[in-house]
């Protein structure tokens, strides 16, 4: 079992940051891909981040490319979103995830545990 807990959320004015952090428990850490995903009111959930188990291979969805980083502490377990120039269709509840499966980390399907979620409320 891996626990996963994520903090950081809150409300911003478009354009500004934030800095979720998703503190991990249980298992080996760096055995496990981390992933960000996030889910908008009346949408489904979307793939955000992911990282490997060392930190050398980050990915990001389009929509989010060059403005989020990806990061992990492997030392402290934790694993980080940094947000910047947020946008209003940033506004979602945001969880972190963890897989063993490199090849799936862009499915939330292939993700074995989740955290609860941060709400990113970003107004215009």
């Known amino acids: 079992q891996v626990q996963l807990v994520e903090s950081g959320g809150g409300l911003v004015q478009a354009g500004g940051s934030l800095r979720l952090s998703c503190a991990a428990s249980?298992?080996?850490?760096?055995?496990?891909?981390m992933g960000w995903f996030r889910q908008a009111p009346g949408k489904e959930r979307e793939f955000v981040s992911a990282i490997s188990w060392r930190g050398t291979s980050t990915n990001y969805a389009d929509s989010v490319k060059g403005r989020f980083t990806i990061s992990r502490d492997n030392a402290k377990t934790m694993v980080y979103l940094q947000m910047n120039n947020l946008k209003p269709e940033d506004t979602a509840v945001y969880y972190c995830?963890?897989?063993?499966?490199?090849?799936?980390?862009?499915?939330?399907?292939?993700?074995?545990?989740w955290g609860q979620g941060t709400q990113v409320t970003v107004s215009s």
């Open positions: 995830a963890a897989t063993t499966d490199y090849s799936g980390r862009f499915s939330g399907h292939e993700y074995a545990y």
């Open positions: 249980g298992r080996t850490f760096s055995n496990y891909v």
